[in-house]
């Protein structure tokens, strides 16, 4: 430790020893003793739990007779050593070492560098080291292993291996160490002493790796497989003495039943090592068959849905109706998860299983089956496990959506997430489900609460995102967008926000670049209730870009599936008001799907089915400022920002009325989104041409200003007129004055 203590922990310990008699430091090996005590100025006794009885007692005489000491010692069984200890007081300074916090880490650094530590520095050698001091150095070295030998060859023959049985990943029973190694307790303590061993029983790092790199492999192999063979006769956990099996070389062989009893152990909560046992169990010679369910139910928590299907499939070859059906509800969960929920209903129809019936309930809720999977659920047996608790409860939420109480649902599919369990295989996150209705329903703060509670995966990001676009949060929705590329299903709602917001953007060519990405998704997925809120701003999009045909079919099977379940509002009330837009955008009849609107009863249906009297009206020219203003705040209020704030600029560019256009305006910049503004009625090059004939250019002046010629920003002049619904030049500038903040 002498090069490793840093000078403020020295000059606080000497200033303490500088007044007494007899210093007494006492920590485990590496922790700095024997550098200390040489430091104190009187004589030294270092390693003292070594001393002989003959030792001990020439020592308390020197004491008696005046003689200042500074002891060091390891707190291992000395018989002899209390004696001196006693002798030393009153006049004592006791100083106990241990391992170091962050600070005394990062001071170290600072001596050992003349720096500060980079980022995460610090951390990371905490991580590795413990914190003790001598495995600090050793592991700044250039060869950590090499300045480590010393500490692992010195340990007695009993230590070193309890130490070894440790780094391969038995636990500290002395019983089993006992029975596998012939050791007891002392070795243990020795080994705590030495420094390798934490309290709770734990090996720094960088001890592991010295160990494992100077204990031959035919040693490793022999201790794994003793300690193995014990712990599986015990029936203890094995799942850490197998994956160091794992990465001995022969050390697995004969073993592929160990193995699979390994997975099965760490499936629920690493799923991605139990299919590195059951890869190597097939190997083995394991029979690929019979573990196919439980490599299916592995590949798919662990995300590999593609791997997960190929193993389910296998499964289904099995002679054993167990091996098959087990096979069949992954499969029929993975489809599921895919968006395939008519495929999964099909795939586990003769499954005995209670997470089979409630699969299949939900899978026939989604697809417009309600009746059908209400008699499903009303037949089943009560469920029996965790994972068939949480399946009921989301098959009954999502029946319970399609009926007359949404908030109801919304309380059973939010219990559920609350429950949920990553490590359990489900036909969706009930998060997400609930997320998807509090989406539907326009309950917004809940949806984020929803999806922020639980593990934010592909798909809980996704979801997030539609979630802030809807509230009018551009940038964060963008931002949610990024991660890991998310599997078919989620990829159609990814690429619907992209349109979304380039539409929310007026960014037509950000709208055409994303088209093809959205429509090839679309045509990817079948129609569910699932797929409805990405496919009303498709629709949308669809019809700004005058490719409404591509998207009729889908449409015309989204109102057959919202028929079939009744009509539900808690599902249905997004895609009426998407509908509307494109049918304003296309010149058809918007009536219907006011007049459905105003058939809702739910909080978001009584709120958007104001707006779109509203804008119905305002589209054919009659704009009634109070009533704009009204319906506008309601959306708001809803959180609804962004279309809260459309509708009034809408309403503005449709009246000739100077006070109405300057009124809803000032409504329309108010409700806003902080990060939006009503000049996106405007590209930006035409906000820049009205800025400047704001100022009194002429078009020639302009365009010489833009490098654009004087017919150019005449064009775009036209455009503006059209757009914000100005029939003379006058009124354009008197809009394009508020728009832009001119007076």
Not at 145 to 165: E, F, M, T
Not at 220 to 231: E, P
Not at 529 to 539: A, D, K, R, S
Not at 662 to 685: F, G, K, N, Y
Request: glycine share 8%.
């Amino acid at each position: 430790m002498c090069q490793s203590t840093p000078a403020s922990a020295l000059a606080e310990v000497l200033d303490r020893a500088s007044r007494a008699r007899h210093v007494v430091v006492v920590g485990p090996a590496g922790s700095g003793k024997s550098t200390l005590v040489a430091t104190m100025g009187r004589r030294v006794v270092d390693d003292a739990e070594a001393l002989s009885e003959q030792a001990v007692a020439a020592l308390v005489a020197s004491v008696a007779a005046g003689e200042d000491l500074a002891v060091a010692y390891r707190a291992t069984p000395n018989p002899w050593l209390p004696a001196l200890l006693a002798e030393l007081e009153p006049s004592v300074v006791r100083v106990r070492l241990g391992p170091w916090g962050h600070d005394r880490v990062e001071e170290f650094l600072r001596e050992r560098t003349g720096h500060p530590p980079a980022a995460g520095q610090v951390e990371a050698l905490l991580e590795r080291t413990a914190g003790v001091p001598a495995f600090l150095v050793a592991a700044l070295s250039a060869d950590p292993v090499g300045a480590l030998a010393p500490v692992v060859d010195g340990l007695g023959d009993d230590a070193r291996r309890v130490l070894l049985a440790v780094v391969l990943g038995a636990p500290l029973d002395l019983d089993l160490l006992a029975s596998a190694l012939g050791t007891d307790a002392s070795a243990v303590d020795a080994a705590r002493a030495a420094g390798v061993l934490g309290p709770d029983g734990g090996v720094p790092p960088v001890v592991a790796d010295a160990v494992r790199a100077l204990t031959p492999v035919d040693e490793r192999v022999r201790m794994a497989r003793t300690l193995l063979r014990l712990q599986r006769d015990r029936g203890q956990s094995i799942r850490a003495l197998a994956t160091s099996l794992l990465d001995l070389p022969g050390a697995v062989a004969d073993q592929a039943g160990t193995l699979a009893a390994a997975a099965s152990e760490a499936l629920r909560d690493d799923p991605a090592l139990a299919v590195r046992f059951l890869a190597a169990a097939a190997d083995l010679g394991g029979s690929a068959v019979e573990l196919a369910p439980l490599a299916a139910e592995a590949h798919a928590l662990s995300g590999d849905l593609d791997s997960a299907l190929r193993a389910a499939d296998l499964a289904a070859s099995s002679a054993d109706e167990r091996v098959r059906s087990a096979g069949a509800l992954v499969s029929g969960m993975v489809l599921a998860r895919r968006g395939e929920l008519g495929r999964a209903a099909e795939v586990v129809a003769g499954v005995d299983r209670p997470e089979a019936v409630d699969l299949a309930a939900f899978a026939f809720v989604a697809t417009g089956e309600p009746r059908r999977a209400a008699e499903v659920l009303d037949a089943a047996a009560p469920p029996s496990t965790v994972a068939a608790g949480i399946t009921r409860r989301m098959a009954r939420g999502l029946l319970t959506t399609v009926g007359n109480a949404p908030a109801t649902a919304l309380s059973t599919l939010v219990g559920a997430a609350s429950a949920e369990s990553p490590a359990v295989l489900l036909p969706d996150s009930p998060a997400a489900v609930a997320a998807h209705v509090c989406l539907h329903l326009v309950e917004l703060p809940m949806a984020r609460a929803v999806l922020d509670k639980g593990v934010l995966t592909p798909r809980h990001r996704v979801l997030s995102a539609w979630a802030a676009m809807l509230s009018g949060d551009l940038a964060h929705a963008e931002h949610r967008l990024g991660g890991p590329r998310p599997e078919p299903r989620d990829a159609l709602l990814a690429a619907a926000v992209e349109l979304g917001l380039a539409r929310r953007r007026n960014d037509l060519p950000g709208m055409e670049r994303g088209w093809e990405n959205a429509y090839h998704a679309l045509l990817g997925q079948p129609v569910d209730l699932f797929t409805l809120l990405p496919l009303g701003e498709i629709v949308v999009a669809a019809a700004r870009l005058g490719r409404a045909h591509q998207v009729a079919g889908h449409l015309d099977l989204a109102w057959d599936l919202v028929d079939r379940c009744g009509d539900p509002p808690a599902w249905t009330v997004l895609l009426r008001w998407s509908a509307l837009h494109a049918a304003l955008v296309t010149g058809e009849s918007a009536a219907t799907q006011v007049e459905a609107l105003g058939r809702y009863r739910t909080s978001a249906g009584r709120v958007v089915a104001a707006a779109a009297r509203c804008l119905l009206a305002v589209s054919r020219g009659d704009v009634d400022a109070d009533a704009v203003e009204e319906a506008a705040l309601g959306l708001h209020g809803q959180g609804l920002r962004w279309d809260a704030a459309r509708l009034a600029g809408q309403a503005a560019i449709r009246t000739g009325d100077r006070a109405t256009i300057t009124r809803l305006l000032e409504v329309a910049r108010r409700l806003a989104p902080a990060d939006q503004v009503e000049t996106r009625l405007l590209t930006e090059r035409e906000r820049e041409v009205g800025a400047l004939v704001l100022d009194g250019l002429t078009y020639k002046q302009v365009g010489d200003r833009l490098f654009i010629s004087g017919k150019t920003v005449e064009h775009h002049v036209t455009r503006m007129r059209q757009k914000l619904g100005c029939s003379t030049r006058r009124d354009l500038l008197a809009v394009l004055g508020d728009l832009l903040g001119e007076t």
